[in-house]
């Protein structure tokens, strides 16, 4: 596994989800997205009764989150501390939403875990995708999580693919990692952290770490 691409270079420090010290487990990020069903069940056994109740079989929210009426939320799912799902939010289960992280108007996730702070506050998609410390997408970016032709999805470093096995895999969001409206993030993309993408970018492979990704896929270093 290319350094680059690892658990370690992509997600920072252990607080920063629930979460993190399954997810260190997998030699790549992404092998975990088979396993988050799994992943909730075992954390759900140990919340804390007393700051978390279950709000339906498998779903289970922090006292201090806000959920919206109108939000639907199925199972198996944590929302963590100060969360925030709006309205008419769909999560479609095996999802796991940060301390402080927001799940806005009309935004779908699907098999993801968002960590502390992650935003997807409006219009967005996530689907087999994992969102790190305070990443954030903007309004009506999503992840495309499945190739047109339904075969095994590659991430493209440089001139390199590397293989992940799998039919289903959105996108990796480092740390900090900023998606501007209306972006694709096309099947098997992984955004450093602390990396830019600007507005209605279609992007696809490995962006690195404390860049900007601009039109045409030009991407310049930040320093």
Known sequence: MKKELSFSSLFGEPSSSIAYDHLATYESPWDALAHISTIIEVLIAALPRDRYEERAPGVWVAHTATIAPTAHIGAPCIICEDAEIRHCAFIRGAAIVGRGAVVGNSVELKNCILFDGAQVPHFNYVGDSILGYRAH???????????????????????????????????????????????????????????????????????????????????????
């Open 137 to 223: 997408m903007g309004a009506g970016a999503i992840t495309s999580n499945v190739k047109g032709d339904k075969t095994r999805i590659t991430v493209l470093v440089g001139d390199e693919r590397i293989e992940t096995g799998r039919k289903k895999f959105g996108a990796m969001l480092g740390d900090y990692a900023e998606i501007g409206c209306n972006c694709v993030l096309n099947p098997g993309t992984v955004i450093g952290r602390h990396t830019q993408v600007y507005p209605l970018s279609s992007v696809r492979g490995y962006v690195p770490s404390e860049s900007i990704y601009k039109t045409n896929h030009l991407i310049v270093s930040k320093h």
